[in-house]
């Protein structure tokens, strides 16, 4: 009998590297990416494994009980590796209560189907909250998050996480169910939705669009390659300890500003651009409200205790990160043009 794995959320940017990675390594595991399919979550992400045997997707809410009830029954997944959120924090600040309905009742759902389809029984299964540092709240200068590292969310998104952490430890503590959490830093990488500060800044130098930098450019934020990521994920649902969390990062805090520059940089290389010509691109605009300082996280726990460690530099992920959107200028343009949508029309239509 394969065991089932549902994991949510596999149609966006980190859930569907994540899906390919299980699908991959897993051929006893029937993976089964659960989606709603907003405007993050994108089949094409997926279409390299979607006629894999082993891989099955189902469309549904999370916040739909009646619809995550039917797909736990049906399954009966023993682990289940939880990714489907809001996860912009810019849109949080406009639409606080759409991060309140999927990040906080979606997950209490998903934990709520968890519980009630293993009734006490949890040997052998595994719940896991995938979550952000941003829980954590902003740093000064110094210092880094630790796995005990107060929570001191400062924006809608952050708190929606928070809260939604909180639910999974409370489920573990009143009704012991298997669960275990991890918290990392800012992904980047081939899939993100050019909404997010590197792939927005590599579509707009592509097309000769001024470049966003909030405030002074000088937040800074622990980038790690979403691959590294999907492979810490599935360190941690194998090997990782129930109950506990484990904070992910890589040990590359950068300015936003030399982000962008580096961006510039590479992107003029690449395009036979003049050195220097990117950069004029650059618009420093109005602040984020209440925008996080500094986000930096201190891996020690997981790089010691588990098998995991970052696999490329930043500088040669930012380097593929760059390659892989030069080289899949349809995806980039399905994206920006909303074509994505029709994706799952024609791949699904009669399901
Ligand atoms: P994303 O926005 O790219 O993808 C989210 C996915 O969830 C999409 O496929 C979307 O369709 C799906 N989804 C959204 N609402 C849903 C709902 N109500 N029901 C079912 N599916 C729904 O997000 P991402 O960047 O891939 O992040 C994935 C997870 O990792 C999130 O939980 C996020 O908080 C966490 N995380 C992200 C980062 C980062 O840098 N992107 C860092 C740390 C943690
Ligand atoms: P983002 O990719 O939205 O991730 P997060 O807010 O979760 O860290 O933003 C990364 C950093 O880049 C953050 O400090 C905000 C900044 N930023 C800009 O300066 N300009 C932009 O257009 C965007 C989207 C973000």
Redesign the pocket.
């Known amino acids: 009998m394969k065991k089932n794995i549902l994991i949510t959320g596999g149609a966006g940017f980190i859930g569907s590297h994540v899906v390919r990675l299980f699908v991959n390594q897993y051929p006893d595991y029937q993976i089964i990416n659960l989606d709603a399919l907003t405007y993050a979550g994108n089949l094409e992400n997926l279409r390299d494994i979607a006629d894999k045997p082993n891989y099955t997707f189902e469309k549904a809410d999370i916040c739909d009980i009646e619809a995550v009830e039917r797909i736990f029954a049906q399954y009966r997944p023993e682990g289940v590796i939880h990714l489907a959120a809001e996860?912009?924090?810019?849109r949080s600040i406009t639409d606080p209560l759409s991060f309140v309905r999927t990040n906080v009742l979606g997950t209490v759902n998903l934990l709520n189907a968890f519980k009630n389809i293993w009734k006490g029984n949890f040997e052998g299964k595994r719940f896991y909250h995938v979550s952000?540092d941003?829980v954590f709240g902003s740093l000064g200068e110094t210092g880094f998050f630790t796995e005990s590292t107060p929570y001191d969310p400062q924006?809608p998104?952050s708190a929606s996480k928070a809260s939604s952490d909180h639910f999974v430890r409370a489920y573990a503590n009143t009704y012991h169910m298997p669960v275990v959490i991890s918290n990392c830093s800012?992904n980047y990488g081939p899939n993100h939705f050019p909404?997010?500060?590197?792939p927005?800044?590599i579509h707009n130098i592509k097309n000769r669009k001024p470049?966003?930098?909030?405030?002074k450019?000088d937040?800074v934020?622990d980038w790690l390659y979403v691959i590294d990521h999907a492979r810490a994920i599935d360190v941690i649902f194998h090997q990782g300890n129930l109950g506990e969390t484990y904070n992910i990062g890589g040990l590359n805090e950068k300015q936003?500003i030399e982000?962008?520059r580096t961006l510039c940089r590479i992107m003029d290389e690449k395009l036979g651009r003049q050195p220097g010509e990117s950069e004029q691109l650059i618009s420093f605009?109005t602040d984020?409200p209440g925008?996080?300082h500094r986000?930096a996280i201190d891996a020690s726990k997981l790089t010691g205790t588990l098998p995991w460690k970052p696999s490329v530099t930043f500088e040669e992920g930012i380097e593929k990160t760059v390659v892989w959107y030069l080289e899949n200028e349809e995806w980039l343009n399905n994206v920006t043009s909303g074509e994505y949508l029709k994706y799952y029309e024609t791949m699904y239509s009669g399901r």
């Not at 996860?87 to 810019?90: G, I, L, M, R």
């Open positions: 996860s912009h924090v810019d952000t941003e924006s998104y800012n909404e997010k500060l590197i927005l800044v470049i966003p930098v909030y405030g450019g937040n934020r936003n982000v962008v605009v984020r925008h996080d986000y």
